[in-house]
């Protein structure tokens, strides 16, 4: 997919500059023709000579370099590339990019590119969450720039949460799916598309709630690859330990009477993905006031069942997105209970996946699913759940463009 294609690789500053030298390699193995532009602050991280000996060529470094400017001068270095990769994206070179600074090479370069641009962020947990990092980023989703990443992790600083730049693949799957669409990548330009993630809560009391183990990563993970491919998102999400994604509307909420009013209010929608782990029943009558233990035992709690949002909107009269997705979390036979689901819920497409013990799948970062469908089953194999929502995305906006 990537032979003959040219990319201009520029390396930002940080720890994650080890990647690039495995970026390389594996676009070249690819077909793909790679230069780089390495900043002063990449060269403290991966040196001139291992950059230039991966790529065979040389290694752009400085912006007034007389030698440099009569031999490919920074405006055609820019243009001649099929492809703008910046990675690792630092918090310094987006602020760059989002207000057009051009002070080196590789800023100069990027505001100079009339070329598609994809960055993969890396930096502390706190600098990517930090509300001027988030404001840069969606200036430059605004503007066409794709984003792949960051992951959820330990970082080098010792550190936890999201800030790591993406795997090497999970980058080359984004470079991939910009190379392939003429739309830059954007295959859902003008799409409207409902998410729902994370769990639900149903109040037992003030102070205790049914809920679930799940993350909302998976969920998030959709959002965000649907924005990227150029659609307007909202984000209905259950309470998650997660930042909200850039480029997204999100609605936050709590119980499943919540979420289906935020849904219902999110639509009309070309595309709705129901990824939440919504509860299937609440207590009949919530609590006023803390229960108490006492003498007779534990409450006797009466049930009732939460509104069915995927079947809900699946069965639309008027106004049901062309394409309905469900999500199945089960822990035993996972293909049967997929294949009920749809045919009761009469919706388009389940994804399913096993939350068994031992599996990983709830708070964890990598996911196996199955794609359940009228018209049989596709298993893809373990992969990020970035990479999932990715090929899920891909995959949803092939059949919209088919129907």
């Not at 993630?197 to 993350?215: C, F, K, L, M, Q």
Request: net charge neutral.
């Amino acid at each position: 997919m990537l032979v003959g294609k040219r990319i201009l690789l520029i390396i930002g500053g940080g720890i994650a500059a080890y990647k690039s030298l495995e970026l390389i390699r594996r676009l070249q193995d690819r077909g793909a023709k790679v230069r780089a532009i390495l900043t002063r602050a990449g060269s403290e991280f991966v040196t001139p000579l291992s950059v230039g000996s991966l790529t065979g060529d040389k290694v752009f470094q400085e912006l007034f370099s007389l030698t440099d400017e009569n031999e490919m001068g920074h405006i055609e270095l820019s243009r001649d590339a099929d492809l703008l990769v910046v990675a690792p994206a630092t918090a310094d070179l987006m602020a760059k990019m989002a207000h057009g600074h051009a002070n080196d090479l590789a800023s100069t370069a990027l505001l100079a590119t009339d070329k598609k641009v994809l960055v993969a962020p890396a930096m502390n947990v706190r600098m990517w969450l930090h509300p001027a990092t988030r404001r840069n980023v969606a200036t430059l989703v605004a503007d066409g720039v794709a984003v792949v990443g960051p992951n959820e992790g330990g970082m080098a600083c010792g550190e936890f949460g999201p800030g790591r730049m993406s795997e090497v693949p999970e980058i080359i799957a984004a470079i991939e799916a910009m190379m392939a669409d003429p739309a830059v990548g954007r295959p859902l330009a003008g799409r409207k598309v409902v998410v729902t993630s994370g769990p639900t809560r149903e109040a037992i009391d003030p102070v205790r709630y049914i809920s679930n183990h799940s993350s909302g990563k998976q969920g998030h993970a959709i959002a965000r690859a649907a924005a990227e491919a150029g659609a307007e998102v909202t984000l209905v999400t259950g309470p998650v330990a997660l930042p909200d994604p850039v480029g997204v509307k999100t609605v936050h909420v709590e119980s499943a009477r919540d979420m289906l009013a935020a849904v219902e209010a999110a639509l009309p929608a070309s595309i709705a993905v129901f990824a939440a782990a919504v509860a299937d029943w609440r207590v009949a009558d919530v609590a006023g006031g803390k229960i108490k233990k006492g003498p007779g035992g534990p409450p006797a709690l009466a049930f009732v069942e939460n509104p069915d949002i995927l079947a809900t909107v699946s069965k639309l009269a008027a106004g049901r997105p062309r394409l309905v997705v469900g999500f199945a979390a089960e822990t035993e036979n996972v293909i049967d209970n997929a294949r009920a689901k749809l045919a009761r819920k009469g919706c388009d497409l389940i994804v399913a996946n096993d939350v068994a013990a031992g599996t990983g799948t709830f708070g964890g970062d990598a996911n196996t699913v199955h794609l359940v469908t009228p018209d049989g089953v596709e298993t893809w194999e373990r992969q990020s759940k970035d990479a999932v929502a990715r090929a899920l995305v891909a995959r949803l906006a092939e059949r919209l463009a088919a129907k």
